[in-house]
């Protein structure tokens, strides 16, 4: 049964390794050609798609919980919801999540992925202790922070072998509820300055309407948010729905704007809002509905994300919604945030500045409007995610990442080029 | 009484199953032929789940070992789960009687041993739940898999029979029919996506059932309406069928 990646494009066959032991890896890695770790499936391009994957989410065993200190060790396949499970009624929390706790700890680390308070507490290497790491010949490395191999490999996108083990600080927390203000903009100006004005609060995100335009360009709903603290730590996660088959492509749009609607609409009258909401629905809003990925019908989809420096943020920003605007194809909503300082991973994706995402389903034009996209991107001196790319040129990503040589160089001089490659690496020669 | 024992507890649907009664607050006795390798699961449950796990050495096809085990158990438990199978392919059960013989007795035999003594300790004290991981394969025999199939279906009918006698001891008796799961079993054959579960949705579905005191569980549940057709057809087209 071959794997594929959330945007399930491009649906490629593949040969899928399992282990349940470093032993049983390392024969199989030994005997194997070229190859990449798989987790859970939720990056959306080519990053973790290959010819044979190591299947890593069945390695999963929790190894230690210091729950004194909120040290816990988990093997690379255990997902984020599988920690919470287990820590949240201890009054533990992730420092770092993304806006899905489907992933696995062993992608989070090559993503080096980041969440609503990155601007606060950075990307998820940050509260990586270390970890332990298969190399291409088989030897296993136990990597702490600042080594060279932790840089390499926060970020690293799987390009310097198999994750195996992880000792991970958690975030102390005395609510399982967040209090949350959202506001209603009319504007990118308004947008960005409400961004500025509540960015001593841990967590923020903005959904803009793509369809505003004009002078209504970059209208947002903004949603910023803390812990709670009423010492309600009951945790039970709720039963998922499930999307059995794929939408035909039309549905998407009647659900979206509908979603939107109801949202914009509903939500908040009068500019600010506040709620208390749980930190399911704030940190995971989709993971309640498993397989969403199929509303975009049976072609797949892509997510456009990219991060500007916050110098060029506003105007480049606003030509790129634009032309998304002009267009007529991409999601009706995009997800903006403001960033913290960068750190010192070669390829984590992160600077300073205001990132947009957003969804396009695969169709004709597309390529050449991302394009398009891209080059207001490098214009403004800004990079495109990896962990959500399928398609970007050589060219516009080397232009974003200016520590690409040195992984490439670290990649060759430790022989990791020719094991660990997937369909983007070897389409960006990373 | 918070105990539940899993048997057979090393393969990849005894595991999550272990791991959801964990999750709701059961303590566990794992019972396997080879403990050791069980050390870090139990590791896991424990840091996860903060409840007791005590390994069991238990083999179920040494039958005159059943009784002594059980008894020397701590706590008696409050559930059995017996989730042992053992499925070998069809050619070779019919050629060699070992392949055989313990195609039956993992599946069939070695589970009415233990489970016999099990059932009158619970009969008598009037509390607890049985649960037996049968299969789909029990519902009609085929010439692909009628060896492993046919003990499967054994087990159906005993549980079925346990479960008429224990009704009025309010001890509830569920019969588990998987089709195909994505395990270490059926590691290496094709299985069409669709009708194929993960050991996690079997062990939810498993939990589920057994807490709302259900007889019988097809999971994933389209087995149900897949298997009421394939026990529909007539002998006289279906001996001629290669299903």
Same mark, same amino acid.
């Given at each position: 049964m071959s794997l594929q990646s959330?945007?399930?494009?491009?649906l490629v066959e593949n040969e899928v390794i399992k282990f349940s032991s470093e032993k049983e890896l390392q024969e199989k890695l030994d005997t194997a050609d070229e190859l990449v770790a798989y987790g859970n499936g939720r990056s959306y391009g080519d990053s973790a798609l290959a010819d044979t994957l190591v299947h890593t989410k069945p390695y999963d065993y929790f190894l230690d919980f210091d729950v004194t200190n909120g040290i816990l060790e988990v093997q690379a396949g255990v997902l984020l919801s599988e920690i919470l499970e287990g820590v949240v009624k201890h009054g533990w929390f992730l420092k770092i999540t993304p806006?899905?706790?489907?992933?696995t700890v062993g992608g989070a680390i090559a993503s080096d992925i980041h969440g609503k308070n990155h601007h606060i507490e950075g990307c998820f290497s940050e509260c990586v202790q270390e970890f332990t790491l298969m190399l291409a010949d088989g030897k296993i490395v136990t990597v702490k922070k600042d080594e060279e191999l932790f840089l390499a490999t926060c970020g690293g996108m799987g390009l310097t072998g198999v994750i195996l083990t992880a000792k991970l600080s958690l975030k102390k927390i005395n609510s399982q509820f967040i209090n949350q203000t959202t506001i209603k903009t009319r504007n990118l100006k308004e947008t960005f300055a409400a961004f500025e004005e509540y960015k001593h609060l841990p967590y923020s995100v903005a959904w803009v309407d793509c369809l505003a335009k004009d002078e209504n360009i970059g209208k947002s709903l903004l949603m910023v948010g803390e812990f709670a603290d009423d010492g309600d730590l009951r945790y039970k996660p709720k039963s998922k729905l499930n999307i059995p088959f794929n939408f035909p492509s039309f549905a998407l749009n009647t659900l979206s704007v509908k979603a939107f609607n109801w949202l914009y609409y509903w939500k908040s009258q009068d500019g600010v809002s506040k709620q208390r909401v749980h930190f399911d629905s704030f940190f %995971?809003?989709?993971?309640?509905?498993?397989?969403?990925?199929?509303? %975009?019908?049976?072609?797949g989809f892509t997510q456009y994300q990219f991060i500007l420096p916050k110098e060029s943020s506003f105007d480049g920003l606003e030509r790129i919604l634009d032309k998304i605007s002009q267009s007529g194809k991409g999601s009706f909503l995009a997800v903006l945030k403001l960033y913290g300082k960068k750190n010192?991973?070669?390829?984590?994706?992160?600077?300073e500045g205001y990132s947009l995402a957003l969804d396009f389903k695969i169709e004709k034009g597309l390529f050449e409007l991302l394009d398009e996209l891209d080059a207001i991107v490098v214009e403004c001196g800004g990079r495109i995610y990896l962990t959500k790319d399928v398609r970007v040129s050589k060219e516009t990503f080397e232009q974003g990442y200016e520590k690409i040589e040195t992984f490439r160089k670290f990649r060759k001089e430790n022989n990791m080029s020719e094991k660990f490659n997937s369909l983007q690496s070897k389409r960006l020669g990373l | 009484m918070s105990y539940v024992l899993i048997v057979g507890a090393k393969s990849d649907i005894a595991k999550e199953t272990a791991r959801v009664y964990a999750k709701n607050g059961y303590n566990l006795y794992l019972g396997a032929r080879d403990i050791a390798e069980l050390e870090e699961f139990k590791t896991d449950l424990e840091v996860r789940s903060s409840v007791k796990v005590e390994l069991v050495e238990l083999d179920i096809t040494a039958f005159n070992t059943h009784k002594e085990i059980y008894n020397s158990l701590a706590e008696k438990p409050f559930g059995v789960i017996v989730v042992s199978g053992y499925m070998t392919e069809q050619h070779k059960a019919q050629k060699e009687w070992s392949e055989s013989l313990n195609t039956i007795n993992v599946n069939y035999t070695g589970a009415v041993s233990l489970l016999n003594i099990i059932a009158n300790d619970f009969e008598e004290d009037k509390r607890g739940f049985i649960v037996g991981v049968s299969s789909v394969a029990g519902d009609r025999g085929r010439k692909t898999n009628y060896i492993y199939g046919s003990a499967k279906a054994a087990f159906s009918a005993y549980l079925s029979g346990l479960r008429n006698r224990l009704f009025e001891s309010g001890v509830s008796v569920l019969t588990v029919k998987p089709g195909f799961v994505n395990t270490k079993m059926t590691e290496g054959l094709v299985l069409p996506q669709k009708l194929t579960a993960q050991p996690s949705e079997v062990a939810e579905d498993i939990f589920k059932a057994q807490q709302t005191g259900k007889n019988t569980l097809y999971t994933k549940w389209v087995w149900r309406y897949i298997m009421l057709i394939i026990t529909t057809i007539p002998e006289f087209i279906f001996k001629k069928l290669s299903i």
């Open positions: 959330w945007g399930m494009y491009p806006g899905t706790k489907l992933i %995971y809003p989709l993971d309640s509905i498993r397989n969403w990925n199929r509303i %975009y019908g049976k072609n010192e991973n070669y390829l984590s994706f992160p600077i | -």
